[in-house]
């Protein structure tokens, strides 16, 4: 809290020690969305936030759920049972493969008859089983509704962005998510919008990109749309 407030000179800090801290938080209904998990811990306290966060009172608030929320729903079936449509989980292979052992055995096996079992399957399946949006991330990102609907954004070819795979990024990805909902997008709608921008802002900068480039690129990304 003290390394972010004295350089964070336009971010309103507030500490959060327990669930019982972060229900005074979310007293205010301002707070529109929520995004839990990067850099978080995975011990009980932890365990807690993220339970608190998943209860809703009325209306579910939009949740994203990235890294260390990850493996705790993922170890956790009541935590995995609380989840809700307006969640949005965005995991990586090793993620997945935690959060749906059986789904990601699937995908692994050798295809020795068509059609294969192919990732958009994995990730249809995996966002009927949590009943909320799954993005699936990876240069082949798959964002799948519970519904059904599903979409990829393919970081390939004239759009490659290799230099994402650096450390962070996948959380700056999350808190472009969060923003777009907290914006009112869907949560479908803002996973597949969040993916977009987040390889777009990659491009825009270029080799040598580090997670902290991405949200100072967007402006630039934006400017380029015309917004």
């Known amino acids: 809290m003290a390394e972010n407030a004295a350089r964070l000179d336009a971010v309103m800090l507030r500490a959060v020690a327990d669930g019982d801290a972060l229900a005074l938080v979310l007293e205010d209904r301002r707070i529109n969305a929520l995004c839990l998990g990067p850099g978080m811990g995975v011990g009980a306290r932890e365990a807690g936030l993220v339970a608190l966060a998943l209860k809703s009172r009325g209306e579910p608030r939009p949740t994203v759920l990235d890294?260390?929320?990850?493996?705790?729903?993922?170890?956790?079936?009541?935590?995995?049972a609380a989840l809700?449509?307006?969640?949005?989980?965005?995991?990586?292979?090793?993620?997945?493969?935690?959060?749906?052992?059986?789904?990601?055995?699937?995908?692994?096996?050798?295809?020795?008859?068509?059609?294969?079992?192919?990732?958009?399957?994995?990730?249809?399946?995996?966002?009927?089983?949590?009943?909320?949006?799954?993005?699936?991330?990876?240069?082949?990102?798959?964002?799948?509704?519970?519904?059904?609907?599903?979409?990829?954004?393919?970081?390939?070819?004239?759009?490659?962005?290799p230099w994402l795979a650096t450390a962070g990024s996948g959380d700056v990805l999350a808190g472009f998510i969060t923003g777009l909902l907290a914006r009112g997008f869907s949560p479908f709608d803002a996973a597949c919008t969040g993916a977009w921008l987040h390889v777009e802002c990659a491009r825009s900068f270029g080799p040598g990109l580090i997670a902290e480039d991405l949200p100072e690129e967007l402006p630039k990304v934006f400017r380029a749309l015309g917004l």
Not at 67 to 80: C, Y
């Open 67 to 80: 890294a260390d929320a990850l493996t705790l729903i993922a170890g956790d079936p009541a935590l995995f």
């Open 84 to 161: 809700h449509d307006a969640c949005v989980l965005t995991p990586h292979a090793g993620e997945f493969s935690r959060l749906f052992p059986d789904i990601a055995a699937k995908l692994a096996e050798p295809a020795v008859k068509g059609p294969a079992y192919s990732k958009v399957d994995a990730a249809r399946e995996a966002a009927a089983r949590a009943g909320c949006v799954v993005l699936y991330k990876g240069p082949d990102t798959v964002i799948a509704g519970p519904d059904g609907r599903c979409a990829i954004n393919s970081a390939a070819y004239e759009r490659a962005a």
